[in-house]
Structures are given as C-alpha cells and as structure tokens.
C-alpha cells in the first residue's frame, strides 16, 4: 500500500517512460468452541514447523450476484483445503477483513450456513471441523454468503456508483510456527496473511456495470439486462473486484500482459491513458528484475478521491493518478503477492522492497540515502510489526518506506550491483507462491555477501 500524499505529477510520465523503455526486457456440522487467542494453539496440539503452514491448497469456489447497483451481492461460497502439517487440525478460521469498519455491530459480510464462534471483533471466525484432519487429508466450508459495500471510499467501500471490493471475500487464516495468526485490522498498513490459492469466481451483475477483478475473466450473457463475468484466478493471495460504470482502456505490454485501466469520471481520458503506458512498461521492467509476471491479466482501477494513493491485490491495483504510486503497487505483484509474506508482524518485506522496486524503475536509485539512519527511540526496528507503527503512525513512512528502501539500496553497494539483482531474483525464485521471512532473506543475502554484513542488520535495525 502507498500511502503517500503528493501531487499527481504527470507531467513527469513521458520522461519516466523514457527511462522505462530502456528497462523493459463447510456443509459441515459444527459446535461451538472458545476461540483460540492469537499466538496460541489449540489444546493438546503443537506448532507445525515454520515451513509446514497449514491449511494450504487451498480452492475457492464462489458464485454472487449483485443488486442494481453492485453494493451488494449475495451467493454461495465453498472453501477447500488440506492439512499439511504433522498435527491433527480440528479447527480452521476465516478471516472476515470486510468487518473490520463496521465490526460485530454493523458487519458488511455475513455467513449462514455455517456455525462458529467470532472472534476479533468479527473479522475472524472460527470453524470446528466434523472430526480432526490428519496430515494429508482435506476437508471444505460451504456457507451463504452476502457482502453490503459500506459507504465511504476505502479499499471495501464506495464511492458514489463506484463499489471496491478488496478483501471482501472469507480467506483462511494461517497457522505456523508461531501459531494462529488473527491479528487485528490496522488502517494504516495490512494486516493480511495468506498462503496462495485457487479462486474460480462467477459474477452476476447488471451488463451496464464493468467488473474487474483478479484473474483472467469472461463475460456470457445471463438473465435480460445482466452479465455473468466469470474469473479464474490460479495462485493468488487473495480476490478483489470492483463494480461500477467506469471508463474502461485496455492494452498489453510487451511480454504479453494484458491490461485495463478503470477510470471514474474524475480521471481525464489523457491521464488514463498515461497510466496504462506507465503500467504497460512498468510491469515488464519488475519482470525483467524478479521474474515473469505469472497472471497474464492486470487491472487497474484508478480513483482521485482514494484517501491512499495506491494499494495492492493480485492482478488488481487501487489508485490515484500518481505515477511513482502506479510503480509502487506493481512492484507489490511481486513483494507480497507471489512472494508472500505476514503483513501485519513483518510489513518490511513487502513495503521496503516494493519501494526500492520503484526506485530502481523510476530512476531514483539511492537518492536521500547518504545520511545515517535516525532512529527516534531503542524499540524502533525496520523489522517492527504494525503494532508498533500503529502507535507511532507517524514513523511508519518514514522508516518502513523510505529507510527500508535505503537500506536495501546500501546492501546493493555492499554486495555489487548484479549480485543484488541475481539475489533478488534467485531470492523471488526460491520463495515463488510461497512465504518470505526476514531470516530467510538475511540467510540469502549471507550466502551471497562478499563482506561480512553483522554491522549492517545492526545499523539498519533488521532483526530476525
């Protein structure tokens, strides 16, 4: 997510291009039971090892239909899994993000169905299962589904006739080594962690809202006067879409990824198609560093009135008309998406790169960085959750952005330029549709340094 607040600067798109071009190269019967706390495990059971994060393989299977004004949408949702780790899984929880304005209160997304016990003020749900699942065996929630936009733009929220949907849709907590992670909402940054997954989403909407979405989509015809949109989506952290008589402006890039900017009236046709130049070129270049972009499709939904100035989803970005946001958020298709990472206790690993990402691309390669690293207090860590950044809002740019991205710019000096570039690269590879850790970077960079890094994590603060 870039929270950034700067002037639109469009002006600086035709140059940036320039720079560009030369880069591009359950049914299921249930009780009710105390909710396990977060960090904590159910009776009787141990934490899997950090590398056996359960449940995993996970499908989703949805089908929704939306009212006149694509505010709400009811339908079924059917969950499947398997566990993966040595220790019977008795329980599983949904992650229900889209409560997390309105609470238990007035909540957004509600489930029937299905019968379990809420818990974080309802933006979790826990699930016991008919028996336990041993090692290697699956199991599935089936429920009813019915999801109410909220008033307000956000990330779920509304504008007017323009709905978003992100993190709308129940996605399934993980469980590792440190146990299960339900930790709070935070609006500042994520708070979401999940492990890559299959979505196959039917949207049945009326022919004159357009839909985009994560995934590749496909439109038939439904009922007179309605469209059925129907998307797949393999390996994704997540599902969005949005819904709305948006402007719509598609091309492809130059390895082949097919793109479309979705624009309110607010976004003036030539800045629209700015954006889908700087996309097209963009997405290329953060290939050509970290690998193939894997989806083929990428929306772009692009508002003046978001209060953020991007954020990110598989194949489906948020954001104002601001160029060094656009960058940010597709870097985000790598550094969190592909190679996932627990948001909310290490919001480094996705930010900080993502960041130094755009600054490769754009051009601003280490600028600001030559001063020392302020540290405003003992605690204060590059490596610190968001609860830390939570109660000092105001060092979470500052340190987790810009210091991060500098951090990451020094380590280039320190191991070379293309040492760098094949760290992050063969680093992207190993951790491909699976989870980054900051001992498994440090470990990576290590194995790589000509130099001893020990006084570098201390100076930069990278704990773990």
């Given amino acids: 997510m870039r929270r950034r607040h700067g002037p639109a600067a469009l002006n600086a798109v035709p140059a940036v291009l320039a720079v560009l071009a030369v880069l591009a190269v359950l049914a299921v019967l249930l009780s009710l039971v105390a909710a396990a706390p977060p960090g904590r495990h159910p009776a009787g059971s141990r934490p899997p090892a950090d590398d056996l994060r359960t449940p ?8 929704l239909r939306s009212d006149a004004t694509g505010a709400a949408w009811r339908g079924r949702q059917r969950v499947g899994f398997t566990q993966v780790a040595p220790e019977p899984l008795s329980a599983v929880y949904l992650r229900l993000w889209g409560n997390a304005r309105g609470g238990c ?47 307000g733009l956000d990330r779920f929220g509304r504008d007017g006739p323009y709905n978003i949907l992100g993190n709308a849709l129940p ?13 709070p909402y935070t609006r500042n940054g994520e708070s979401f962690y999940s492990l890559a997954a299959d979505y196959s989403v039917t949207l049945d909407h009326p022919s004159g809202l357009l839909v985009p979405a994560t995934g590749s989509a496909v439109d ?4 007179p006067g309605r469209t059925l949109t129907t998307v797949t989506a393999r390996r994704v952290r997540d599902f969005a879409w949005a819904a709305g008589p948006f402007a719509r402006l598609t091309g492809r890039s130059a390895d082949g990824v097919r793109i479309g900017v979705f624009a309110t009236p607010d976004i003036a046709a030539e800045e629209a198609s700015r954006m889908l130049e700087l996309a097209r070129t963009a997405i290329d270049a953060h290939s050509a560093r970290f690998g193939a972009y894997p989806y083929g499709e990428l929306a772009v939904v692009l508002d003046n009135a978001f209060w953020f100035s991007g954020m990110e989803y598989p194949g489906f970005v948020l954001d104002r008309v601001k160029p060094s946001a656009l960058v940010h958020e597709l870097a985000h298709q790598w550094w969190y998406g592909i190679v996932g990472d627990d948001q909310y206790r290490a919001p480094w690993l996705d930010e900080s790169f993502s960041e130094y990402a755009t600054d490769l691309v754009l051009g601003g390669a280490g600028k600001d960085c030559a001063a020392a690293p302020h540290w405003e207090s003992e605690e204060e860590r590059l490596t610190s959750p968001m609860s830390h950044w939570d109660a000092h809002p105001d060092r979470y740019e500052a340190v987790v952005y810009d210091h991060g991205s500098c951090a990451l710019h020094e380590l280039r000096r320190l191991l070379g330029e293309e040492t760098m570039a094949a760290l992050l690269r063969d680093y992207a590879r ?15 960079a290590r194995a790589v340094s000509p130099v001893d890094l020990a006084l570098f994590w201390r100076e930069h603060r990278i704990d773990g």
């Fill in 430 to 444: 190993a951790h491909w549709y699976g989870v980054s850790t900051t001992a498994a970077f440090k470990a990576a």
């Fill in 56 to 63: 995993a393989v996970v499908t989703h299977t949805l089908t």
């Fill in 171 to 183: 996605t399934l907590a993980v469980l590792d080594g440190d146990g299960w992670h339900l930790d």
């Fill in 105 to 151: 209160a007035a909540p957004a997304v509600r489930l029937t169905g299905i019968t379990g016990t809420a818990t974080a003020d309802c933006t979790a749900l826990e699930v016991p299962l008919p028996r336990p699942l041993r090692q290697g065996e699956s199991g599935s929630l089936d429920f009813e589904l019915s999801v109410d936009v909220p008033e």
């Fill in 220 to 223: 038939t015809p439904g009922e």
